[in-house]
């Protein structure tokens, strides 16, 4: 076993105010970031150098090991200066801290040089094809949504284990994969999150040994081989189920840095039409106390559901899935929330909004590309926690 701690991960107050600290300088690059379809080179630095990258390594190696209440508020503060780098960071602490659930080689592996190496994830299991063979898998596939793969030295893929002989059914796997082992197809031409540079990613028949794969089941709660030896509760949570924090995390941060715009420019902003102070119309008012509300009220849910979420496992007992499903849908309904106060405001801002110079517009367009997510689909995961509720079972074999 490697020792990585001489140099130890921050506190999470510190984390969450550099990545406050960082919001100026973010929103000063969105448009940048949005024309050429990635994180520039000064911004993954910025993450590097703040310790947001560690955050979710364990603190046995010299990370943060922060809980997913601290990864919100940092992703979500992120995403108040720049949607796109808000998502492609939500990427990289999420498949980091997933990454301390494989076994203790693959850490080694991982983290053997840095502690500061860059983790995506491309989680689509139907897009992969994984054969067992003798000592590992080869692995095939083409994902897309590769959210920040340019910027990345390892990444997680999903896939589905092809049945051996007369066995039914199908196994859901994840792989770790080096950067030498795949290939990036530039697919990324959208009008939403420009700046992720979600291309597409392709395997082609590689070998990934058995260490550096884990199945779905081992992800279910501290049952992953990495919980031998990162012990801290937030890795004995199922993964699956807490997926609503990482990209509800830019979706809050989007709305709130609308909601904070909107507000500081209409105290002072007249109309062009009539020249009156566009805060005495009370259609204006109402859009704004609405929007506040909404964002507010999402991010109290998000949170009380990360820190419930802390809480059970911090008791020695796993999430049922009756509370799985439940995060699941109340962190789609939170998103929900999170829409209707950008649209609000969107509409609010007239023709000026339409403007790619006005924030409005780029934050219109990039909350309803997050929302877009299948964890933020409040029909999807409404349906899953309402077939609990009624006494069925679960449709996402992933909780």
Not at 2 to 21: K, T, W
Not at 213 to 227: H, K, Y
Not at 261 to 286: E, S
Not at 348 to 374: E, M, V
């Amino acid at each position: 076993m490697i020792n990585y701690c001489e140099s130890p991960g921050a506190p999470e107050a510190e984390l969450i105010s550099y990545a406050e600290y960082l919001i100026p300088k973010l929103r000063n690059r969105a448009p940048s970031c949005e024309k050429t379809r990635r994180l520039s080179d000064e911004t993954i630095s910025d993450l590097v150098q703040g310790g947001l990258i560690r955050s979710t390594v364990p603190k046995r190696l010299g990370g943060s090991e922060i809980g997913y209440h601290t990864a919100m508020l940092i992703c979500a503060a992120i995403s108040r200066g720049c949607g796109s780098t808000g998502l492609v960071t939500a990427n990289m602490l999420g498949c980091t801290l997933t990454a301390a659930l494989w076994p203790e080689k693959a850490q080694d592996e991982i983290w053997g040089k840095s502690i500061d190496t860059i983790i995506t994830g491309t989680l689509i299991f139907p897009k992969g094809k994984a054969k067992k063979v003798e000592g590992g898998y080869i692995l095939s596939g083409r994902w897309p949504f590769g959210s920040g793969i340019l910027a990345s030295s390892w990444n997680i893929f999903g896939a589905a284990v092809e049945a051996e002989h007369n066995q039914g059914g199908q196994e859901l796997r994840m792989f770790l994969v080096p950067k030498k082992d795949w290939s990036t197809i530039d697919t990324w031409q959208t009008a939403i999150l420009r700046g992720t540079g979600s291309h597409d990613v392709e395997v082609n028949d590689k070998f990934v040994p058995s260490y550096r794969t884990i199945s779905v089941e081992q992800q279910l709660g501290d049952c992953a081989p990495g919980c031998k030896i990162n012990t801290g509760p937030v890795y004995k949570l199922p993964i699956f189920s807490m997926f609503f924090s990482w990209i509800g995390s830019v979706v809050l941060g989007i709305a709130q840095g609308s909601v904070d715009d909107f507000i500081n420019v209409t105290k002072t902003r007249v109309t062009d039409h009539g020249a009156y102070n566009l805060r005495d119309l009370t259609p204006i008012q109402i859009k704004v106390a609405d929007a506040r509300m909404s964002v507010d009220t999402a991010r109290r849910i998000y949170l009380q559901n990360c820190d419930e979420a802390m809480g059970i496992v911090q008791s020695n007992r796993l999430p049922t899935i009756d509370e799985r499903t439940r995060w699941r849908g109340e962190g789609a309904f939170a998103a929900r929330l999170c829409v209707n106060a950008v649209d609000l405001l969107f509409t609010a801002s007239g023709g000026g909004g339409l403007y790619d110079r006005n924030p409005i517009s780029r934050a219109f367009r990039d909350i309803h590309g997050a929302h877009a997510q299948i964890t933020q689909s409040f029909d999807v995961n409404a349906t899953t926690y309402g077939r609990v509720l009624l006494g069925m079972e679960s449709d996402n074999s992933l909780l």
